[in-house]
Nanobody
Framework: QLQFVESGGGLVQPGGSLKLSCTASTFILRYYGMAWFRQAPGEEREWIAGIDVTGRTTNYADSVKGRFTISRDNGVDTMYLQLTSLKVDDTAIYYC???????????????WGQGTQVTVSS
């Protein structure tokens, strides 16, 4: 059984927007810090955003700061990533992750989502 269901990826033009979602199916989301990672072809998997258990504290990698927004709705066990002002360099597989910490730093990942492809191209 999948522990996350990821959705929302697709093909978008530069400057466009997309919203990803990640719904927990086997655990209660509110007890865990969460994060989004991405991995481009030939690159290492990169942490890009984290969120604490309450949703009140968020952190971002410099590469996405000001363009992406991480959020969560613990009432429906779902985390989101709003992507705006997309660039070609944002093309990657995006993964949600359950962290072992409470704040989304996510040095250790407990559960990975299956990933969803985001392709930015004209």
């Amino acid at each position: 059984q999948l522990q996350f269901v990821e959705s929302g990826g697709g093909l978008v033009q530069p400057g466009g927007s997309l919203k990803l979602s990640c719904t927990a199916s086997t655990f209660i989301l509110r007890y865990y810090g969460m994060a989004w990672f991405r991995q481009a072809p030939g690159e290492e998997r990169e942490w890009i955003a984290g969120i604490d258990v309450t949703g009140r504290t968020t952190n971002y990698a410099d590469s996405v700061k000001g363009r992406f927004t991480i959020s969560r709705d613990n009432g429906v066990d779902t985390m989101y990533l709003q992507l705006t002002s997309l660039k070609v360099d944002d093309t990657a597989i995006y993964y949600c992750a359950q962290c072992r910490d409470d704040v989304g730093t996510c040095l250790t990942v407990s559960i990975w989502g299956q990933g969803t492809q985001v392709t930015v191209s004209s």
